[in-house]
């Protein structure tokens, strides 16, 4: 019997080598990636039966790469392991779609559960973090789809601006002139009535676009 095909996301080349160990036994490592776009393209081509990644990488955090391959395939199977543990975190992660939540410090065995809770549709959360969870209110379609409007590009650029970065130096990580830059902030803040910078770092926190 074949087993469970996995992909591994880790900006940190030293989690996924010892993630690669601890899952050798029941899983076959299809791949790993260190950042959100890698994640998409490889997702697209391996075809994992389970993604585990973390929230916080580069160019595209975790939820919003699960956001972008779930337009092709609504039924991947996502386990986010991260140091995260703020249940509005976790939250965000399922109501986006995640099938499990597990917080680094865990015991090991919380993992392995989580991804064959996933591979039969179940979800599995940290148990520490269970209960928090179910108070949590559920973003839903407000928190999601929000954001969900905004153009990959766009995501991109609000990223790096809400992370500090001027419109100069965000043109020249993206390859794009400054006037774009502002053209895109300035999209962005009208679709969604932000009048400064400050509540466009608020709105880039508040759907999971930086994480502080």
Do not use: C, W
């Not at 990644?53 to 160019?59: G, K, L, V």
């Not at 595209?60 to 699960?66: K, Q, T, V």
């Not at 830059?181 to 508040?206: D, G, P, R, W």
């Amino acid at each position: 019997m074949s087993r469970p095909r996995v992909l591994l996301a880790d900006d940190h080349r030293v989690v996924s080598e010892g993630l690669k160990h601890l899952l050798a036994e029941d899983f076959e490592l299809v791949g790993m990636v260190q950042d959100g776009r890698a994640l998409v393209a490889e997702a697209k081509k391996l075809k994992p039966d389970v993604i585990v990644a973390d929230i916080t990488m580069p160019h595209l955090n975790g939820i919003d790469a699960m956001i972008q391959l779930r337009k092709d395939n609504a039924g991947i199977k996502v386990v986010f392991l991260t140091m995260h543990q703020d249940p509005a975190y976790a939250r965000r992660a399922l109501d986006a779609g995640a099938l499990g939540f597990v917080v680094k410090h865990s015991a090991p065995a919380e993992l392995v559960m989580a991804i064959q809770a996933a591979m039969k549709g179940q979800t599995f959360v940290t148990p520490a973090l269970a209960g928090d969870i179910l108070r949590q209110p559920t973003s839903g379609s407000q928190a999601v789809g929000e954001s969900s409007k905004l153009t990959p590009r766009q995501r991109e650029i609000l990223r790096l601006l809400a992370a500090g970065r001027s419109a100069k130096e965000v043109a020249a990580v993206l390859d794009i002139s400054p006037r774009t830059v502002e053209f895109h902030k300035y999209q962005i803040m009208e679709m969604h009535s932000l009048h400064n910078n400050a509540e466009l770092i608020h709105f880039a926190i508040k759907h999971g676009i930086v994480t502080i």
